[in-house]
């Protein structure tokens, strides 16, 4: 079972692999994904850097329960977190804003329902650096949503 369970941790498929690659990742950055799921990107974040924080939010507590159980390793090590939250309800705790944020596949950022995606970009404005950036899917791989008028 160990075994079988380290194979389906390292696994990440193409797409997201190819989306893990479009970010801009380097040492030293802090990263929320919003809709982590399953933690599968975040786990490839933390295990491609060594001086790195990532905190993977899902509204789901289910897959927030799958993501800590199968990212105990990354986790241990502090630069992997995961909390149970809806993005249009976050808010960020403490000091520390995110130098980035991304969303693959998130109902709250498809244009579906403007009011709540409102209230997400604003959160997400609030929880990023002056400078930080938002990306969501839909671009090649990637676009990038300019969320200034959010701040």
Do not use: W
């Not at 905190?55 to 159980?69: F, H, N």
């Not at 995110?98 to 950022?109: E, H, K, P």
Request: charge should be positive; aromatic fraction near 6%.
């Amino acid at each position: 079972m160990y075994m079988l369970q380290n194979r389906m941790k390292s696994k990440i498929s193409k797409r997201l692999e190819e989306i893990v690659n479009a970010l801009p990742l380097k040492e030293g950055i802090r990263i929320l994904e919003i809709g982590c799921g399953t933690g599968v990107m975040a786990r490839e974040i933390a295990n491609r850097l060594n001086d790195v924080y990532v905190l993977g939010l899902d509204r789901s507590a289910k897959a927030i329960e799958q993501a800590v159980s199968m990212s105990r390793a990354e986790i241990a090590t502090g630069k992997l977190h995961f909390q149970k939250a809806a993005i249009e309800e976050f808010e960020l705790d403490g000091d520390h804003p995110f130098d980035f944020a991304f969303a693959i596949r998130v109902g709250a950022l498809d244009g579906r329902h403007p009011e709540i995606e409102h209230r997400a970009l604003s959160n997400i404005a609030k929880a990023l650096k002056p400078n930080g950036k938002l990306f969501i899917d839909g671009g090649s791989p990637l676009q990038e949503i300019d969320i200034r008028k959010y701040r």
